[in-house]
């Protein structure tokens, strides 16, 4: 369904290795800050806090493991998949855990509890994202080594009459790469 005025848009999956040296960043500045804050007498409810969203976090992003699992068979044999938007309840499950940890946790932690423990909340949020996307990266890394694969995000990219670009169809496709 190449259109005469559409174009291919490629991007590596799941993350470049800047964005990943990012996330790392991130990961190690928010465990210093939870560290400066707390101090040595960091007590038990705050780490509580930092591991309880950090968890939360990452069950956000774990649709993106699920996501890659369902199409993995069709991707090898096919070298290339079209990959649906979720929708329904596997759309409802991070967009559930995101919103009670951006928006109601924080307002319930200012009325309720030490601002200690709101800063944990908050360092969990950013390490768990973190931590989750630095994850699923090293997952994706040593699955493409061991097949000898590279995948890549592909949009399928055209522009209408008034010039705005807009994405027909979304997918991943696997390329194959030698190994030196």
């Known amino acids: 369904m190449l259109r005469e005025s559409s174009w291919k848009e490629k991007k590596p999956y799941p993350r470049s290795w800047g ?33 309880l969203a950090s968890l939360s976090f990452s069950v956000a992003l774990f ?10 068979g069709v991707l090898v044999r096919e070298k290339s998949v079209k990959v649906k938007e979720p929708t329904g309840f596997r ?18 932690l200012i009325i309720a509890a030490p601002p200690t423990l709101l ?7 950013y390490a768990g994202f973190s931590c989750g996307q630095l994850a699923f990266s090293l997952y994706m890394k040593l699955w493409e080594r061991s097949r000898g694969l590279h995948v890549l995000r592909y949009f399928l990219v055209a522009k209408d009459e008034r010039g705005k670009r807009t994405v ?13």
Do not use: H, N, W
């Open 19 to 51: 964005k990943l040296i990012i996330f790392a960043v991130v990961l190690a500045c928010s465990l210093v800050v939870f560290d400066l804050f707390t101090g040595v007498d960091a007590s038990l409810q705050e780490l509580f806090a930092v591991i």
């Open 91 to 108: 759309r409802l499950i991070p967009l559930g855990s995101t919103l009670s940890v951006l928006l109601f946790a924080p307002i319930l």
């Open 63 to 72: 649709p993106q493991y699920i996501e890659f699992s369902v199409v993995v």
């Open 168 to 180: 027909l169809e979304r997918g991943l496709e696997v390329v194959e790469y030698r190994m030196k």
């Open 119 to 125: 800063v944990g909340c908050l360092v969990g949020v």
